[in-house]
C-alpha cells in the first residue's frame, strides 16, 4: 500500500459517524438494518482503497448514498405490477385476471379487519368458511352444491382422491394432457391414488371405447377440456351428454375438468364456443371443475360443483383442508360471480371488457401512441394484428386488434428498455419490430404507457 492508500483508510468514517449522519434512514429502516448496511458498504470501500490506487470520493453523503442504495435493493419487492400490451388476455405468466372494482373493493373490505370467515352470524359461534360464494355458483350453474379450494389444479386432485382413490377412472387418450407448469393429467391420476385407463386414440375416441372399459373397480368417467391445444382433421370423441348417459347407466359419475370455465358466450366476439359451465351441468356432469381467474375474470381459485352428495364428500376428505382458499380469494370470487349474477360482467369485468372491446376503440389508442413515438423520433406506425385470449381458453382463436409497430435495429434492446422503465410494459417481438397491443393495456394505464414511450425514445435520440 502507498500513502494515498493508507490516508484513504484512515479517511473512511465509523459506523458511527455515519448511522449519526443518517437520522432519516434509521427512521426508516431501523438502525440495526443501516448499522449492517454501513458496515457492508465500509467493508467494499475498504477492498476498493487497497486494490484500486485511484481518488476515491470518501465524503459522507456519498457514502450515505451508497448505504441507501444498498438498503433499497434489499428490500425492493420481487413482485410488482406491469403493463401487459402482449394482446394476450390471459396471460398466465403476467398474472391472469385482472380483477374488476367490485372485487377488488371487496377484498380490500375483508383485508382491513376481521370478518365473519369461519364464524356463524346467528348463533354467534364458529360456523364454517365453505359457505361462502357457493350461492352464486349454484345460481350460476344450476348446480346443486360447489365448494371452492384454492386453485383448479388442485381441485381436480381433491375430486380424483376423495371419490376415485383404489378404483379406476376413464379418461380418453385425445385428452391426457399437460396444462402447463408440469401439471400433467396421468401424473394428478397417479398422486391421487387412482388407476388410470386410457381408451381410444390420439384422435378418435368412441363412446363403445368408454362402454368396454367400464368394470366393477371403475369409479368415474372424466372428461377434460382441450384448454390449450387442438386435435383437428379425422376426430371424434363422444359428447358430454352422451358420455353422461353412459355413466349414469352403469351408477357411475362423469366429473369434467373444465378448465377455463366460462359463464358468457365467446361467440359474440366472433370466437368459438369455449364451453359454458352451466351447459356442462346441463349436459349431466356429476362433478365440474374450472379456474376462478382465467375466463371467469377472477382472483385464483378452482370452484368445483355438482351432485351434492359428492361435494359433500370431496368437502370432507382431508386434502379438502390442506387446499382451501383464503379470504381474500372468497371476497374476490364472490364479488366476482355477484357481477354476472347482476348480468353486469361483460361491463364490469376486464377480461371481459378486453374481448368485448372493438377494433375501432383499439385503433384510436393505438394511433395516439403511434403520434407520440412518431413525435418521439420513433419509426413507428399502426398494423392489424390479433389478440388471443390465452390462459388455456380457445387455443388457435385470435382477435382482430390494431398493433403499434416500433421498428428497431435490436427490437429485444428496446423491449429490455420498456421493461426497465419506471412501470415495466410487456410487448412483443415479430422480426424487427416491437408489437403493442392496446387491447391488453388497462384504460387507467394508456397514459402511462404514453409517457413511457415518449421518456424512452426522447432520451434514446
Ligand atoms: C388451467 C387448467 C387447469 C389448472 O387450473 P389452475 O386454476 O391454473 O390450477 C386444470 N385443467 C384444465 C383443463 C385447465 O385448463
Not at 368458511?129 to 357457493?134: F, L, Y
Not at 349474477?341 to 371488457?353: D, F, H, N, S, T
Not at 394511433?367 to 389478440?387: D, M, P, T
Request: hydrophobic share 45%.
Amino acid at each position: 500500500m502507498n500513502d494515498k492508500q493508507i490516508a484513504q483508510l484512515r479517511q473512511l468514517p465509523s459506523v458511527d459517524r455515519l448511522l449519526e449522519a443518517s437520522d432519516a434512514l434509521s427512521d426508516y429502516y431501523g438502525r440495526s438494518m443501516v448499522t449492517t448496511a454501513a458496515r457492508t458498504v465500509l467493508e467494499q470501500l475498504r477492498t476498493e482503497i487497497r486494490t484500486a490506487n485511484a481518488n476515491i470520493d470518501l465524503a459522507i453523503p456519498t457514502i450515505l448514498a451508497q448505504v441507501e442504495a444498498h438498503l433499497t435493493e434489499q428490500v425492493a419487492p420481487t413482485l410488482f405490477p406491469v403493463i401487459n400490451a402482449t394482446g394476450v388476455i390471459i396471460h398466465t405468466n403476467l398474472g391472469r385476471a385482472p380483477l374488476s372494482q367490485n372485487a377488488i373493493h371487496a377484498i380490500e373490505q375483508i383485508a382491513r379487519g376481521y370478518s365473519n370467515l369461519e364464524f356463524d352470524m346467528a348463533n354467534g359461534k364458529r360456523g364454517s368458511r365453505s359457505v361462502h360464494a357457493v350461492d352464486l355458483v349454484q345460481s350460476l350453474t344450476g348446480a346443486p352444491a360447489a365448494t371452492v379450494v384454492n386453485n383448479s389444479a388442485s381441485g381436480v386432485l381433491l375430486m380424483l382422491s376423495a371419490l376415485c382413490a383404489g378404483k379406476e377412472v376413464i379418461v380418453s387418450r385425445g385428452q391426457l394432457v399437460e396444462i402447463g407448469g408440469g401439471f400433467r393429467m396421468p401424473d394428478v391420476m397417479r398422486q391421487a391414488g387412482v388407476t388410470l385407463v386410457e381408451v381410444g386414440t390420439t384422435n378418435r375416441t368412441h363412446l363403445r371405447d368408454f362402454s368396454n372399459a367400464i368394470t366393477e373397480n371403475t369409479a368415474a368417467i372424466l372428461s377434460i377440456h382441450h384448454s390449450n391445444y387442438k386435435i383437428i382433421g379425422f376426430t371424434t370423441e363422444p359428447t358430454l351428454s352422451e358420455l353422461a348417459q353412459l355413466a349414469h347407466a352403469n351408477d357411475l359419475p362423469l366429473l369434467f375438468d373444465q378448465g377455463s370455465g366460462a359463464l358468457l358466450d365467446t361467440t359474440q366476439f366472433g370466437l368459438e364456443q369455449e364451453p359454458l359451465v352451466q351447459k356442462s351441468v346441463a349436459d349431466g356432469c356429476d362433478v365440474i371443475v374450472f379456474s376462478g381467474d382465467k375466463l371467469l375474470g377472477g382472483p385464483q381459485a378452482g370452484v368445483i360443483c355438482g351432485r351434492s352428495d359428492l361435494i359433500a364428500t370431496i368437502k370432507r376428505h382431508p386434502l379438502a383442508r390442506a387446499v382451501r382458499p383464503d379470504k381474500l380469494a372468497y371476497a374476490g370470487l364472490a364479488a366476482t360471480f355477484d357481477s354476472y349474477v347482476r348480468g353486469k360482467a361483460l361491463e364490469e369485468i376486464p377480461v371481459w371488457q378486453m374481448l368485448a372491446q372493438t377494433v375501432d376503440e383499439i385503433a384510436v389508442v393505438a394511433a395516439e401512441w403511434c403520434a407520440i413515438l412518431c413525435a418521439a423520433g420513433a419509426n413507428a406506425s399502426v398494423i392489424a394484428g390479433h389478440s388471443t385470449v390465452g390462459g388455456g381458453s380457445l387455443p388457435g382463436q385470435a382477435l382482430p386488434t390494431m398493433l403499434v409497430a416500433i421498428e428497431a435495429e435490436k427490437p429485444d434492446l428496446l423491449a429490455e428498455r420498456l421493461r426497465f422503465a419506471t412501470v415495466g410494459i410487456i410487448g412483443r417481438i415479430q422480426q424487427n419490430n416491437l408489437l403493442l397491443d392496446p387491447r391488453t393495456v388497462l384504460p387507467h394505464q394508456r397514459e402511462t404507457v404514453g409517457r413511457i414511450l415518449n421518456e424512452t425514445f426522447v432520451k434514446v435520440a
